[in-house]
């Protein structure tokens, strides 16, 4: 064979091979990312607190130009819940999943293998987020050890959550020494308040006046407010054991307080069946001097009362201490330092490494700042070595929320995000904490020292599915409707009978026995956290 054919032949063959690589490449399926292919990949993501917004807006499209990665949102409808149940049960998850750190699937979603250990992929290429999260990785960490999940809304808000909201006009009027909050209240003050309003404003606008009212329909704010009073945290620590807070004894003196005030008509008496609409509108009415809850709570309120009266026409957050308790370990901020949800990578997922990547750029201090503050130059701006939003940005969420995140894509995919400031002192979440308004600025003022962190007693009931499970929920249906009652009892001797019984039917429904439960999780968690590697 000559020279010249033998090199056809062997051109003939190359030229063969290559051919069908280059046919398999392109038949694989998949559009992948840049890193192994020339298009980005897509990744199928489950969030219930998206509002199904495509992945299309300007700061969108910037995660996929640094990443490589596009992202396809699946709105979940009807209840998150349900949906993620139904997933598990038919092995048909997306690629990544964001759920509730407190729901009932988290740990089915981890002890099935639905949910990958991540631990290795952020060893590779999680730098950002090892440097980001520090010890709040080994605080997610599950059972046997490993990281299934990374937190979101994490590290410790020092923003303080309920308080005592009093209109600060007419806190000018009856108490002037405390109007601005520096100060806080006994209950005793607190109790003289509602009474002198009560003898002064017999009716404000032609509408009979209201000392205290609450939203029937979030009684969990309205007690974790009195409860900031008395000091009190999630569980009652008792000999070094923790148990149902209505067992501790200031509980009891807390709700005979609150029935005390309801017995003399300062607290109003529909408040129990008040619904959250209803609430709203007595609050903007005017006739309202004050509100248990979160300081935001009242915001359509407060939008109206500043309309009427000015910015002192507003409910602000106070603070009121019960006889004995040091004004700083009063507890109005339970925050956790693990956050609100889990974002977790599932087994489906056929490109874990490329979505560790995704993660940890979004989890970078650089990620947090285009999902926060948007893009540099058209968002925000560098003056003076400090980041500043641009006004009009700044000015169009406050004109209409949700269509400024609609349009700029600021804060509208809320992933990894981090509480606190950044590495320039500024805080990470921008739009809400860039420019405080005078109702926020009060209640740091007034409560921030009381925050504290919920995170080890988060979660420790028993889990769906088993008997205990079933117990808890008897047990709390019982607090729940006996505490009402304390609250709205006609004496003082039947709010102390009820309060008794409401003990004595726990008991009976085994209340100790999920006390047992939640004492074995907690000291696994803090032995499992104890342990640095």
């Not at 520090?134 to 590290?155: E, F, M």
Request: charged share 30%; glycine share 8%; aromatic share 10%.
């Amino acid at each position: 064979m000559s020279t010249k054919n033998k090199w056809m032949k062997i051109s003939l063959v190359v030229a063969l091979v290559s051919s069908l690589l280059v046919g398999c490449a392109s038949n694989k399926g998949d559009t992948k990312t840049g890193s192994d292919t020339d298009g980005p990949i897509t990744l199928s993501w489950f969030d219930s607190n998206t509002k199904g917004e495509p992945f299309t807006d300007a700061v969108a499209q910037e995660i996929t130009k640094r990443t490589g990665v596009k992202v396809e949102i699946q709105q979940p409808t009807g209840n998150p819940t349900e949906k993620l149940s139904l997933m598990l049960a038919s092995g048909d998850y997306p690629d990544v999943v964001v759920m509730s750190r407190g729901d009932a699937s988290m740990d089915k979603y981890i002890s099935t293998g639905a949910f990958i250990p991540l631990n290795e992929l952020i060893d590779q290429h999680g730098s950002d987020i090892k440097e980001m999260y520090g010890d709040t990785l080994i605080k997610t960490r599950y059972t046997d050890g490993k990281n299934y999940y990374l937190a979101n809304w994490y590290s410790l808000d020092s923003d303080p959550v309920f308080g005592m909201l009093m209109r600060r006009n007419l806190v000018q009027e009856l108490a002037p020494d405390k109007a601005d909050g520096s100060q806080p209240l006994t209950t005793e003050e607190f109790e003289a308040l509602l009474k002198d309003f009560k003898s002064k404003h017999k009716q404000i606008d032609g509408k009979e006046s209201i000392p205290l009212t609450m939203n029937g329909e979030n009684m969990g704010a309205n007690l974790g407010a009195f409860k900031g009073i008395w000091g009190m945290k999630t569980y009652y620590e008792n000999n070094g054991k923790l148990e149902y807070d209505v067992k501790d004894p200031k509980y009891r003196e807390m709700v005979l307080y609150m029935n005390n005030l309801y017995r003399q008509g300062l607290i109003e008496k529909e408040f129990a069946i008040s619904k959250k609409q209803t609430w709203e509108q007595k609050l903007a009415g005017g006739h309202v001097f004050s509100t248990a809850g979160a300081f935001w709570d009242p915001g359509n309120g407060n939008t109206a009362l500043k309309k009427d009266g000015g910015e002192e026409n507003q409910l602000f957050a106070y603070k009121v201490i019960a006889p004995g308790v040091d004004p700083a370990q009063t507890t109005f901020g339970p925050r956790s330092s693990l956050g609100w949800d889990a974002i977790g990578i599932t087994k489906n997922n056929k490109h874990p490494e490329a979505t560790m990547k995704l993660f940890n750029f979004l989890a970078s201090e650089e990620g947090q700042h285009l999902l926060l503050w948007g893009l540099e130059g058209k968002d925000w701006n560098r003056v003076d070595g400090k980041k500043v939003p641009n006004e009009e940005l700044l000015q169009s969420f406050k004109d209409n929320w949700d269509d400024a995140v609609k349009k700029s894509g600021v804060r509208k995919w809320l992933w990894f995000i981090k509480n606190g400031l950044d590495t320039e002192g500024q805080p990470y979440d921008m739009t809400v904490k860039y420019e405080r308004n005078e109702v926020d600025k009060h209640a740091i003022a007034s409560l921030g020292d009381s925050t504290w962190d919920t995170a080890p007693y988060d979660n420790l009931n028993p889990d769906g599915g088993t008997p205990e499970a079933l117990i808890a929920q008897k047990v709390k249906d019982i607090m729940d409707q006996s505490v009402t009652k304390v609250i709205i009892a006609p004496s003082e001797k039947e709010a102390n009978a009820i309060f008794d019984k409401m003990l004595e039917d726990m008991k009976k429904a085994g209340d100790s026995k999920v006390e047992e439960i939640i004492n074995k999780k907690y000291e696994e968690r803090m032995k499992l956290w104890s342990a640095k590697e």
